[in-house]
């Protein structure tokens, strides 16, 4: 489940439930609008701010640095957020 908490007018926390096992980390993609249709690419490094598909990539790490906060957003904007599991 995806959790939002501290909300402003242009930011939030974004959580989320830990996947089953231990997977290394997670990367979070972002779309306004609907959900992201990119699907990441094994042995593809991914950063912050890249594109994904028509989603941009808001998180890449690991659960320890959960919640993570997502700025500059766009007030009455919807947002919808993927969020995938790697090793």
Same mark, same amino acid.
Do not use: M, W
């Given at each position: ?10 930011? /939030? ?9 231990? *997977?290394? @980390? +997670?990367?979070?993609? &972002? &779309?306004?609008?609907?959900? *992201?249709?990119?699907? *990441?690419?094994?042995?593809?490094? +991914? ?7 028509? @989603?941009?990539?808001?998180?890449? @790490?690991?659960? @320890? ?13 919807? +947002?919808? /957020?993927?969020?995938?599991? +790697?090793?």
């Amino acid at each position: 489940a995806i959790t939002f908490s501290n909300l402003t007018t242009t930011s /939030y926390d974004v959580g989320f439930t830990a996947a089953a096992g231990a *997977p290394t @980390g +997670y990367l979070v993609v &972002r &779309r306004t609008g609907a959900s *992201p249709t990119g699907i *990441p690419v094994d042995g593809t490094t +991914y950063a912050v701010n890249a594109a994904l598909g028509d @989603g941009t990539v808001e998180f890449v @790490g690991a659960i @320890g640095s959960i919640p993570f906060n997502d700025a500059s957003l766009t007030q009455n904007t919807e +947002y919808f /957020y993927d969020v995938f599991a +790697y090793n």
